[in-house]
């Protein structure tokens, strides 16, 4: 019997109730395998800023070091928005981020089962629609020098730089070439090349990349084509590698695609300790109602079997409870005629009969 150590990192706001449906989901999955969890509870975010006057306490980055993979629910809300930018929870997460290594963002968008009529787009558009956005999560603009708001003269000036090495775009690469061989062949890189110095070189270094790669067919594609051909025709596109903030963007729009963020799940890898979390934010509005919607969580938890313990089946099971209960359940976000709607406990208590 193999042994693991994962941390549970539940957050803010809802954070704590999907989390809690999703670790059931993860245990139940790792006894089917003959898999030993140790598991670990750790403040970040608001609720740690509350306990300790830090989004990411020394002991919870510690914690999350020490572990062979961390599973987040959420972190922020409006209580935590007037804070010095360094205190605000979303800081502490692209700080965990940093620590981890964690320079590849991985969001699938795909439509389970008959959620194609959650979308705000029609059938034929959306439908058999599957992408993997792969965003590069250490570098670009969230984390160039110079930052900041300064003085020019009498008024205030703000500053962000956009900077990539070319060792940080060449990583990033290899890992979208790789995942699309693994996937349908096809990879298209998204810049702004014609403006932005910075992805000229990306477009460049990508390129060079590809010479490695005569399998996977590679197109080139400016970021804001991309965001129109999204919603045109999503089916166009397989795997997508992108900067930091184009990747944050795009990856929100194609989630979109599927009808709820409620159903997106994310895995960020690159470094020893992958760290797994639903694209959905906080919900405060809702927090402690039984309204959450956990699958995007519980979905994650099949990532982080497959990305972090290399076990792909152990995800197909998870995505196959949830196509199954989704074809009679669902929470309010993604309610439609015909099927019963259950709170988030419960949502996760039909997921686990469905294993």
């Known amino acids: 019997m193999t042994t693991k150590k994962i941390t ?5 706001g809802i954070g704590q109730e999907v989390t809690a449906q999703a670790v059931k989901v993860l245990q139940t999955v790792a006894n089917q395998y003959d898999m ?3 598991l670990q509870e ?12 830090s989004p990411l306490p020394d002991e919870t980055l510690q914690a999350c ?7 987040l629910g959420a972190v922020g809300g409006p209580q935590w928005e007037s804070l010095d930018i360094s205190l605000r929870p979303e800081k ?12 590849a963002n991985l969001r699938p968008a795909q439509i389970y089962g008959d959620l194609v009529e959650a979308s705000t787009l029609k059938r034929e558009v959306v439908e058999g629609t599957d992408i993997m956005v792969i965003r590069e999560l250490t570098g670009g603009i969230y984390f160039g020098e110079p930052r900041g708001v300064e003085m020019r003269g009498n008024e205030r000036v703000g500053v962000n730089t956009l900077v990539y090495s070319e060792s940080e775009i060449r990583r990033i690469a290899i890992m979208g070439f790789e995942i699309a061989r693994k996937r349908f062949k096809k990879l298209t890189s998204v810049d702004k090349h ?9 477009r460049e270094v990508v390129t060079e990349v590809s010479k490695d790669y005569p399998d996977i067919a590679l197109n080139h594609m400016y970021v804001d084509n991309a965001a129109m051909q999204l919603i045109r025709d999503p089916k166009q596109f397989d795997t997508i590698v992108t900067t930091n903030m184009f990747g944050d ?5 194609a989630a979109m695609l599927t009808g709820s963020l409620g159903m997106l799940p994310s895995a960020s890898i690159g470094g020893k300790i992958g760290l797994y979390e639903p694209v959905h934010g906080s919900a405060p509005d809702i927090q402690g109602q ?9 979905l994650s938890v099949g990532m982080m079997f497959r990305y972090s313990f290399d076990l792909t089946e152990a995800d197909e099971k998870i995505q196959k409870a949830v196509v199954t209960t989704l074809d009679q359940y669902r929470t309010g976000d993604i309610m439609t005629k015909g099927k019963t709607q259950i709170g988030c406990r419960e949502m996760g208590e039909r997921v686990i009969e469905n294993l």
């Open 8 to 12: 549970i990192l539940p957050g803010d």
């Open 36 to 38: 030993n969890l140790e």
């Open 42 to 53: 750790k403040p970040m975010g608001g609720t740690a800023y509350d306990l300790t006057g």
């Open 65 to 71: 070091k020490n572990s062979d993979a961390v599973l």
């Open 92 to 103: 502490g997460l692209l700080r965990l981020r940093s620590e981890l290594g964690l320079y």
């Open 194 to 202: 014609n403006v932005l110095e910075a992805t000229i070189l990306w």
């Open 249 to 253: 963007i795009l990856s929100d729009g």
């Open 290 to 298: 039984d309204l959450a919607n956990p699958l995007a969580t519980i």
